[in-house]
């Protein structure tokens, strides 16, 4: 019979991991890193007072103990793992890993290196940013690239209705017009880079339309979600019944 213990600070028990949220005000739809019922398991959210994305965006050193706060307070309550809902916390990578004792994906860049091993050196990756002005070399740096490898990198600063509803914190997301604009990008990209192998989408707003880009594409496109999942499962790994014979 388990045996279970009580966690002086916890609240609830039973998540599954932990996201840490920019202070930021728009609709999270489903399918968003911030929309509960984008997952198949439970997921305790976090604001990170102060976080705003032009903060995190360049990784402002005087975020960092607001950063820690959050993740230890994620920690505490019993996640098993941390993420975030913006792909610029790769900057809080080191950061969050050292400050708590359970696994830190905070960055759905990290994904690169690991979809790089899937695909053979001549293969180019796609990177859909939010901003890509704001993802620096230093950025890329900490990904863990190899030199050898193309990556391609597109932002959705300057498409009208991403920068209306997500950049300037519209009230309303109109999700055809988020899906439209991520879909002209990525074909953008892919007619540009004839060798693209895989897309990755770095904004955390933009999971609910990877569908749409991997049918315009044809292509293998990660996100966000796809990490977390990764993460998640590792974490709850499933019991299996062992046959009595084998056939």
């Known amino acids: 019979m388990p045996v279970y213990k009580t966690r002086p600070a916890a609240e609830a028990y039973g998540y599954c991991v932990g ?13 968003d890193v911030g929309n509960a019922d984008t997952y198949d398991y439970p997921v305790l959210f976090k604001v990170v007072e102060g976080a705003t994305y032009p903060r995190v965006f360049v990784g402002d050193p005087e975020l960092e103990p607001a950063v820690i706060e959050a ?8 996640v098993k793992a941390i993420s975030s809902d913006c792909g610029f916390f790769l900057n809080y990578q080191d950061v969050i890993a050292k400050a708590v004792n359970i696994p830190v994906c905070a960055s759905s860049l990290l994904q690169v290196p690991f979809v790089a091993s899937f695909l053979g050196k001549s293969k180019s990756i796609g990177v859909i940013t939010a901003d890509s002005s704001a993802l620096s070399n230093h950025m890329i740096a900490k990904i863990g ?11 959705m600063q300057e498409k009208p209705c991403f920068d209306k509803q997500i950049m300037k914190e519209g009230d309303e997301l109109v999700t055809e ?13 892919q007619r ?26 044809d292509l293998p496109v990660y996100d966000f979600i796809t990490m977390i999942d990764y993460f998640q499962r590792g974490t709850h790994q499933k019991a299996y019944d062992t046959p009595r014979h084998y056939y």
Request: glycine share 6%.
């Open 19 to 31: 996201i840490l949220l920019l202070d930021y005000q728009v609709p999270f739809v489903p399918g």
């Open 145 to 155: 690239l190899d030199n050898d490898r193309k990556l391609v990198i597109k932002g």
């Open 177 to 189: 017009d988020i899906e439209r604009e991520t879909v002209e990008v990525a074909l953008e990209m």
């Open 192 to 217: 540009e880079n004839p060798d693209l192998g895989a897309i990755l989408l770095e904004c955390s707003m933009l999971p609910p339309y990877s569908k749409a880009v991997q049918e315009a594409t």
């Open 71 to 78: 993740a230890q307070a994620l920690e505490a309550q019993g």
